[in-house]
């Protein structure tokens, strides 16, 4: 987008705001590619959260300057308030499901206070069930190595006197989990279950944050959070370089960072545009962090550019990839 072209837009929004307050909120809620979240049927003690996120699509820096709820079965919070342009935050919704307890829901406000001032709301719900728990409240994998599987069990304890209550199924819609439940006691009512949750190696690098299914012989299906951290065996930062606005002609440059846990090399580096350009001169040599200088030179097209950065190491199959932005404007 083009300066003048984003200046434009927020002169527009501040007369809107001005003259139309509910016309206004329009250009915060743009930001947000979901606004409504339903958590189904979770488990009593479970870690259940949901992630809202949201996009800076302005030429201004955005800033959150606040969450609150209307119910304290939800507790909201920020990640990354401040937003650069193209740059993403999320607000994450926690259910409390240690403290409540059947049919609940809640709005969340998102209160913005610049470029201008705004609010968008957000809106979960969910049914907590009592009679199940899982221990510990969520399937936790924590930092583990691209390209290697993982297994992590968690125990469901079903208390609801319903002598022939089961696991019959147990659901991913994530092709690099699957899982399976075990019984391993039942007495009077009760049932026991140990769950097992496979994380294979072909999982992508970055944060895990999915869940299984509990499909019960009582015709419910329950999520179970799994959570991780997948840490390539070599990183890039920042994970998306922006070049900045600039204008035609205007050359820009600007440094990744390639580091691993070793020392490596960089087979190759580029993109399949030639405005970019990257000097390797100074790391033909094995070693745990590489300094990249990314030159950018700007055409004569206007608008935003974005592309793909792909780095080649002698570190296995994975291959470090990250987006390259610019905007052009004159």
């Known amino acids: 987008m083009p300066r003048r072209v984003g200046i434009l837009l927020v002169l527009t929004v501040a007369i809107m705001a001005a003259a139309f307050p509910a016309t206004a909120q329009e250009w915060a809620r743009k930001m947000f590619k979901d606004t409504e979240h339903n958590f189904g049927t979770v488990i009593r003690d479970s870690k259940t959260e949901f992630a809202f996120p949201f996009e800076n699509l302005y030429m201004e820096d955005v800033h959150v300057a606040a969450v609150s709820t209307s119910c304290g079965c939800t507790t909201p919070r920020i990640e990354n308030a401040t937003l650069k342009t193209y740059e993403k935050g999320v607000i994450v919704a926690h259910f409390n499901t240690d403290t409540f307890s059947g049919q609940r829901g809640a709005t969340i406000t998102v209160t913005i206070d610049k470029p201008f001032y705004a609010q968008v709301q957000l809106h979960v719900r969910g049914y907590i069930r009592t009679d199940v728990m899982v221990d ?152 745990p962090v590489h300094l990249i200088p990314v030159t950018f030179m700007a055409g004569e097209d206007l608008g935003k550019i974005v592309k793909t950065i792909k780095i080649q190491t002698d570190q296995g199959q994975f291959t470090p990839e990250l987006a390259a932005y610019a905007v052009v404007s004159k």
Request: glycine share 10%; net charge positive.
């Open 136 to 287: 510990p409240g969520s399937v936790q994998f924590g930092a583990i190595d691209q390209g290697v599987g993982y297994i992590q069990k968690v125990n469901v304890n079903y208390r609801g006197g319903y002598g022939n209550w089961k696991i019959v199924d147990v659901q991913s819609n994530n092709p690099h989990l699957k899982a399976e439940a075990v019984e391993t006691g039942r007495n009077y009512g009760q049932a026991n279950y140990s769950l097992k949750v496979h994380l294979d190696g072909q999982a992508p690098m970055g944060y895990l944050n999915d869940h299984v299914t509990l499909v019960t012989s009582d015709n419910q299906k329950i999520p179970v959070l799994v959570e991780g951290r997948i840490e390539p065996s070599v990183s890039v930062s920042p994970a998306a370089l922006f070049m900045g606005v600039v204008q035609p002609g205007q050359k820009v440059t600007k440094q990744l960072v390639v580091k691993s846990k070793k020392p490596f090399k960089i087979l190759a580096i580029g993109c399949d545009d030639k405005s970019f350009e990257f000097d390797t001169t100074k790391e033909d040599a094995p070693k």
